[in-house]
């Protein structure tokens, strides 16, 4: 049922994803666009020769046309579409995934954002969550167990470390100050934000004290008996909505709020939703998952060395950087700093 919970989220943020690129790709990427593949393609292969491939992975070393750009988009929706409702197969999610690393690699500023690479992240987990040779969504073969443990690395690690670059970065955190000013600075308010602007200071230290047990304790509960860890679930997903209600933030929070429901197990949430429980028939699982799941388990732990570095050890922490040209495994982290100012550019003509 978790796996089920899962994938359904994930082609959810494929949709937007690529919705995007179907509306914005030609504007922003496109031939006429703000900042074209191919000139920036060019400039890549000018810079690092032989090694452009390598080192900036995607599909448009192959085509750089804007058809190619419109088919990326179009194929990733369709795939996206088909997953969301129920289309659980491995190649297809390896092929979402992809299409939008290509997108992704090749976006330049537009595509530098967190949101992105934790979707390059979450793609790749999903596709080892999914069988080979089946398309569900209702008898599938039960995962393997290494699989949702992946999954609460990666919410330790988004949340862990957007609590400790807070601590570090700004001093208004540690005196619970900061979201006096945050609903209004931040880049993106929504039409609610303002009445969370005008809450009285206790609200907001009272927000800034429960943003700290969510990213610095509660992330711990992940790696505990299945209660702590539906405990850390209940608040991390508590948590994303409230971030959800009170700005905009692309789909930042709610594919974060996807990832945190690998707290929960296949008990948790037939209580939850007990007629879904009901509907889904898993089928045993398959003998053959083991060693892909331990190759890619040490995969995943090789790659997090950098990260774990980044968390505890490193003079300055990273916000948001990935670490190979994949994406595999990356560091994330939000608002180490909040201002008191809001800047709003202005155009007269």
């Given at each position: 049922?978790?796996?089920?919970?899962?994938?359904?989220?994930?082609?959810?943020?494929?949709?937007?994803?690529?919705?995007?690129?179907?509306?914005?790709?030609?504007?922003?990427?496109?031939?006429?666009?703000?900042?074209?593949?191919?000139?920036?393609?060019?400039?890549?292969?000018?810079?690092?020769?032989?090694?452009?491939?390598?080192?900036?992975?995607?599909?448009?070393?192959?085509?750089?046309?804007?058809?190619?750009?419109?088919?990326?988009?179009?194929?990733?929706?369709?795939?996206?579409?088909?997953?969301?409702?129920?289309?659980?197969?491995?190649?297809?999610?390896?092929?979402?995934?992809?299409?939008?690393?290509?997108?992704?690699?090749?976006?330049?500023?537009?595509?530098?954002?967190?949101?992105?690479?934790?979707?390059?992240?979450?793609?790749?987990?999903?596709?080892?969550?999914?069988?080979?040779?089946?398309?569900?969504?209702?008898?599938?073969?039960?995962?393997?167990?290494?699989?949702?443990?992946?999954?609460?690395?990666?919410?330790?690690?988004?949340?862990?470390?957007?609590?400790?670059?807070?601590?570090?970065?700004?001093?208004?955190?540690?005196?619970?100050?900061?979201?006096?000013?945050?609903?209004?600075?931040?880049?993106?308010?929504?039409?609610?934000?303002?009445?969370?602007?005008?809450?009285?200071?206790?609200?907001?230290?009272?927000?800034?004290?429960?943003?700290?047990?969510?990213?610095?304790?509660?992330?711990?509960?992940?790696?505990?008996?299945?209660?702590?860890?539906?405990?850390?679930?209940?608040?991390?997903?508590?948590?994303?909505?409230?971030?959800?209600?009170?700005?905009?933030?692309?789909?930042?929070?709610?594919?974060?709020?996807?990832?945190?429901?690998?707290?929960?197990?296949?008990?948790?949430?037939?209580?939850?939703?007990?007629?879904?429980?009901?509907?889904?028939?898993?089928?045993?699982?398959?003998?053959?998952?083991?060693?892909?799941?331990?190759?890619?388990?040490?995969?995943?732990?090789?790659?997090?060395?950098?990260?774990?570095?980044?968390?505890?050890?490193?003079?300055?922490?990273?916000?948001?950087?990935?670490?190979?040209?994949?994406?595999?495994?990356?560091?994330?982290?939000?608002?180490?700093?909040?201002g008191n100012e809001r800047f709003e550019a202005v155009i007269q003509g």
């Amino acid at each position: 049922m978790l796996r089920f919970v899962l994938l359904r989220g994930v082609g959810l943020l494929y949709v937007v994803a690529f919705a995007i690129v179907v509306n914005q790709g030609p504007l922003l990427l496109g031939h006429d666009g703000l900042t074209p593949i191919d000139l920036f393609l060019d400039r890549v292969k000018d810079n690092l020769g032989p090694e452009a491939l390598t080192r900036l992975p995607t599909l448009f070393w192959l085509d750089d046309s804007d058809f190619a750009l419109a088919a990326t988009g179009w194929l990733g929706l369709v795939l996206a579409v088909a997953t969301l409702l129920g289309v659980s197969n491995a190649v297809v999610l390896a092929v979402l995934w992809v299409l939008h690393l290509s997108v992704v690699n090749a976006g330049q500023d537009w595509y530098g954002y967190g949101w992105e690479t934790l979707l390059c992240e979450v793609g790749f987990l999903a596709i080892w969550l999914a069988p080979l040779t089946r398309w569900g969504p209702r008898a599938l073969p039960s995962p393997h167990p290494l699989w949702p443990w992946a999954w609460r690395w990666l919410a330790f690690r988004i949340m862990l470390g957007a609590g400790l670059i807070k601590l570090r970065g700004d001093d208004c955190w540690q005196d619970l100050t900061c979201l006096v000013w945050h609903y209004e600075t931040q880049p993106n308010p929504h039409p609610l934000s303002i009445l969370f602007h005008w809450a009285p200071t206790w609200f907001h230290q009272a927000g800034a004290l429960f943003n700290h047990v969510v990213e610095l304790v509660a992330p711990w509960f992940l790696f505990g008996p299945r209660r702590l860890r539906a405990v850390a679930g209940v608040l991390m997903v508590l948590f994303q909505v409230v971030l959800i209600a009170s700005g905009n933030l692309a789909f930042l929070n709610w594919l974060t709020l996807v990832v945190c429901l690998a707290a929960f197990d296949d008990g948790h949430l037939s209580r939850l939703l007990p007629r879904l429980g009901a509907w889904l028939v898993p089928t045993p699982r398959n003998r053959y998952d083991t060693v892909p799941a331990v190759v890619i388990a040490l995969l995943i732990g090789w790659r997090s060395v950098p990260v774990v570095h980044n968390l505890f050890f490193a003079e300055r922490q990273a916000m948001n950087r990935s670490y190979d040209p994949l994406h595999l495994v990356n560091t994330y982290g939000a608002f180490g700093s909040v201002g008191n100012e809001r800047f709003e550019a202005v155009i007269q003509g």
